[in-house]
């Protein structure tokens, strides 16, 4: 299903939703051509300012003013990390937190090729309680709490 299509500096861009994934396709566009539209949406739907954007991005204040006027190039690699960050800072928090940590959590166990009683041990609660958190069966408050703060944290540090 498209969501909408815009129209700017002669690139179509589609942006298609499927299971509240975005995906992005462009065609006839220069490296940079949507930057600038993409800060300004960032500006006001996040209500960020420029120098919060320069830290978000790591870039200094003139670095990015530079890339979103078109005076500087950007390599592909650096390209992607920004479109990841505004698109997780735009959309990434729709995900219900527990939704979202056990993705994470499969993620883990797939990649890390870790058991549930692995994990368990590693972020310290009960193979049963993972067991119950992942089926989303109700446990204890405390307890899901954890789960999710230390699986996002074990993600965070694996992936560094």
Same mark, same amino acid.
């Given at each position: +299903?498209?969501?909408?299509?815009? #129209? ?16 992005s396709? /462009? /065609?006839?566009? &220069? =490296?940079?051509?949507?930057? #600038?539209e993409?800060?300004?949406e $960032? ?5 960020? &300012?420029?120098? =919060?954007? *320069? %830290?978000?991005?790591?870039? *200094?204040n003139?670095?990015?003013?530079? @890339?979103? *006027?078109?005076?500087?190039? &950007?390599?592909?690699?650096?390209d992607?990390?920004?479109q990841?960050?505004?698109? +997780? ?8 937190? #527990?939704?979202?940590? !056990? %993705? $994470?959590?499969?993620? @883990?166990?797939?990649?890390? @090729?870790? *058991?549930t009683?692995?994990? &368990?041990?590693?972020?310290? !609660? /009960?193979?049963?309680e %993972?067991?119950?958190f992942? =089926? ?15 699986? !996002? +944290? %074990? ?6």
């Open positions: +299903m498209v969501k909408y299509i815009k #129209k700017c500096d002669g690139c179509d861009t589609r942006v298609e939703y499927r299971n509240h994934a975005k995906i396709l /462009t /065609t006839n566009a &220069s =490296q940079f051509n949507n930057l #600038k993409d800060m300004q $960032l500006i006001e739907n996040c209500n960020l &300012s420029y120098p =919060q954007l *320069s %830290l978000i991005f790591h870039l *200094s003139n670095e990015l003013e530079n @890339l979103v *006027s078109c005076k500087a190039n &950007s390599t592909q690699n650096y992607e990390k920004i990841l960050k505004k698109d +997780m800072l735009m959309f990434g928090f729709e995900l219900d937190a #527990k939704e979202r940590a !056990v %993705l $994470l959590m499969n993620n @883990l166990i797939t990649d890390y @090729l870790f *058991s009683e692995t994990l &368990s041990k590693i972020i310290k !609660v /009960t193979e049963e %993972l067991i119950a992942r =089926q989303n069966q109700i446990i204890d408050r405390t307890v899901e709490i954890k789960i999710c703060v230390n699986i !996002v +944290m %074990l993600h965070f540090v694996l992936r560094v």
